[in-house]
C-alpha cells in the first residue's frame, strides 16, 4: 500500500514563504502532484513532478527526492487568498491518484 | 466554457433512497474518475474509465455503479443509500492514461450529498 503524510495545519504571514512537507511510503510511483483546495470548491492543480528536483510555476515550486521519500511544495510571497488546503498526492497505475491527508494553511496579516 | 461540470451540486435525500450523480467534460479528454472526500477532507479515488472502459474499481460497495454512455460523460448511480455515503462527490478528468500517473487531472466543483 502506500502511507502519505503531511502536517495537519500550517499558518504563516502575509508576504513570507511557507514550505509543506509531503513524505511517502510506496512500492512505486510515477508522478508526484500538488493540488489546492479552497473551502467548499474543487481541487486544482498546482504542480507535478516525475524526476528529483525542483520545479517552479511563478509562485509556486516543487521539490522532490525519490531516495528521501519526500517532497514539498513552495510558496513564495505569500497572498490572503493562499489561505487552503494544499494536497500531496502519488499518481500510480491506471493514472490512479493517491492522495495524502492534506495540509490546511492560513495566511495572516 | 466550464471544463468539467456536475449536477446536482447539492443533493438531500433520506436512507434507502437510489440517486444519480451527472459529470460531463468538453476538454476532450480519454479518461474520467469518481473521487469521494469524506468529512475529514479525505479525497479518494473510486472508480475510473478510459474511453467507456472501466479501468479503476476500488474497493467501493457494489451499490455504487458508475455508467459512461460516451468518452465525455460519467455517471454515479448509488442504490439504498446509507448514512456513511454523505461526502463530496468529485468527477475528474485527463487527457489520457497513456503516461500512466503522470496524467494531470482537472476536477469538477463537486456534488455535496447528505443522506438523512
Known amino acids: 500500500g502506500q502511507n502519505i503524510d503531511q502536517p495537519t495545519e500550517m499558518t504563516a504571514t502575509e508576504g513570507a514563504i511557507v514550505q509543506i512537507n509531503c513524505t511517502y511510503q510506496t512500492s512505486g510511483f510515477n508522478g508526484l502532484f500538488w493540488y489546492q483546495q479552497h473551502a467548499g470548491e474543487a481541487p486544482t492543480f498546482l504542480s507535478y513532478n516525475v524526476l528529483d528536483g525542483l520545479e517552479e510555476k511563478g509562485r509556486f515550486s516543487s521539490f522532490l527526492s525519490r531516495s528521501k521519500g519526500y517532497s514539498y511544495l513552495l510558496l513564495k510571497e505569500l497572498q490572503m487568498k493562499d489561505s487552503a488546503s494544499y494536497l500531496c498526492a502519488l499518481g500510480g497505475g491506471g493514472n490512479k491518484l493517491t492522495f495524502g491527508t492534506g495540509t490546511q494553511l492560513k495566511v495572516e496579516l | 466554457d466550464t471544463a468539467v461540470s456536475q449536477t446536482p451540486k447539492y443533493l438531500v435525500t433520506q436512507m434507502g433512497n437510489d440517486k444519480s450523480i451527472k459529470c460531463e467534460q468538453n476538454?476532450?479528454?480519454?479518461?474520467m474518475y469518481w473521487y469521494k472526500q469524506d468529512s475529514k477532507k479525505f479525497l479518494k479515488i473510486m472508480f475510473s474509465y478510459n474511453n467507456k472502459e472501466l479501468i479503476i474499481n476500488e474497493t467501493v460497495p457494489n451499490r455504487f455503479s458508475p455508467k459512461s454512455p460516451d468518452k465525455a460523460h460519467l455517471n454515479l448511480h448509488i442504490n439504498s443509500l446509507e448514512l456513511g455515503d454523505s461526502a463530496v462527490y468529485f468527477c475528474a478528468s485527463s487527457q489520457g492514461a497513456q503516461r500512466e500517473g503522470q496524467e494531470t487531472q482537472y476536477f469538477g466543483p463537486g456534488t455535496r450529498l447528505l443522506v438523512l
Open positions: 476538454l476532450g479528454h480519454d479518461t
